[in-house]
């Protein structure tokens, strides 16, 4: 899958930013970058201004790690073709859209967050997909923090709904052109009991796909402990986490791992064991991927190149019965070319590993000439 953006999501985004300045536009990406880079969560997305800023300048960077690792999971479970996805902390709907283009087999998806900005852009950029099961999903604006560990029913979040979907299907009809409709259109509206009974009759059979990204580094390690525990209780199938790409993200990764394998997740990747991490600080494990950024992108940020790296760092497990590719390593670093050949950095079963392959050795050179950071063996 294409590090870039959907067509139809880079046009939703275009009409959603048009009538913003792109003075206004990159005072406000500075702005919420250096809020995120000191520790801030999505709460300081207030405004329309602030959502497109989030969507010009962190989104493209965000659904390029999310397909990154997405398409990681279909590489060693090939077979697996989920049907109800729960894109949980889901922002604008990032993840959400990953998932869309990789499996055509989905057929509902349930978008939650707690920022009613966000989850009103969500929605509005839903509406503008090809992917039916994009453009009929429903939303739900509640805090992760609600979730109950002991049952990970959804159903017990005291939340309203961001309409239904049968709403959604009525305004995917006749969608706005102007910005300033789709930003109308995308306010939250409380569903009655009707539509909230029939959310909660589909929201009671557990999820085969949840992803969560970027969503973990915002708590604090009970509520996270609490949320996971919740999420892996409705997982059917396999469990999606992505954070930042750096030595607190890794932490975060790994806090998850060791709480899921107690519970008998499978690791589907990065990992090719599911011994104990053998990383210590000062290294964390962490994958990088490079993204073009538009020239919307480019002015927000003020930048001079047209693409950028984000680093990230990821889990997927899985419930046993998905069946899955052998994998013999992973590679945790750019790989190091030499004159003899290339030197890999491993994530093998039994550990770390340092192998060198040389280009005398033809079929075994060509079988990992074009291998990278990231990449299984």
């Keep these: 899958m294409s590090a870039g953006l959907p067509g139809a999501l880079q046009d939703a985004i275009a009409r959603f930013t048009a009538d913003i ?3 206004d536009l990159a005072a406000r990406s500075a702005s919420l970058t ?7 969560g999505s709460n300081v997305i207030a405004n329309d201004r602030d959502v497109a800023a989030y969507l010009t300048t962190r989104l493209p960077a965000t659904y390029a790690a999310m397909a990154a690792v997405l398409d990681a999971v279909n590489e060693r479970a090939p077979h697996f ?3 109800r996805l729960l894109d949980a902390g889901a922002g604008p709907g ?3 859209w990953a998932a869309a283009e990789l499996w055509p087999s989905l057929k509902a998806i349930t978008m939650l967050d707690r920022n009613p900005h966000l989850l009103a852009a969500a929605r509005t950029l839903a509406l503008t997909s090809p992917h ?3 453009s ?3 939303f739900i604006s509640s805090d992760l923090a609600s979730l109950s560990p002991s049952t990970g029913n959804l159903l017990l979040l ?7 979907r049968a709403d959604q299907r009525q305004q995917s009809c006749r969608r706005p052109e102007r910005v300033g409709a789709l930003r109308s259109s995308a306010r939250p509206t409380e569903g009655g009991a009707a539509s909230a009974r029939l959310e909660a009759s589909e929201q009671a059979a557990s999820y085969d796909l949840i992803l969560a990204g970027y969503t973990f580094a915002e708590l604090s390690g009970a509520s996270r402990d609490r949320i996971l525990a919740s999420l892996w209780t409705a997982c059917s199938g396999t469990l999606v986490i992505v954070e930042p790409g750096t030595p607190a993200g890794f932490a975060t990764i790994l806090a998850c791992r060791t709480t899921l394998l107690a519970a008998g997740a499978r690791i589907v990747a990065p990992c090719a064991g599911a011994h104990p991490c053998p990383i210590a600080a000062p290294d ?3 994958f990088a991927e490079r993204l073009p950024r538009s020239r919307a992108h480019m002015r927000a940020k003020d930048a001079s190149v047209p693409f950028e790296d984000e680093k990230f760092a990821y889990l997927a497990v899985a419930r046993e019965g998905l069946e899955l590719t052998p994998l013999e390593a992973r590679i945790l670093a750019q790989p190091h070319a030499t004159k003899p050949g290339v030197r890999f950095r491993l994530c093998t079963p039994s550990g770390l590993a340092d192998r060198m392959v040389l280009k005398r050795d033809k079929p075994a050179y060509k079988a990992v000439s074009r291998k990278t950071w990231g990449d299984a063996l």
């Design 21 to 23: 300045a792109p003075k």
């Design 34 to 40: 250096q809020t995120y880079r000191s520790g801030a």
């Design 81 to 83: 073709a989920p049907t």
């Design 94 to 96: 990032t993840a959400s």
């Design 132 to 134: 039916p099961s994009l």
């Design 136 to 138: 009929s999903a429903a």
């Design 158 to 164: 005291p939340s309203p709904l961001v309409g239904s």
């Design 284 to 286: 964390w494990c962490h």
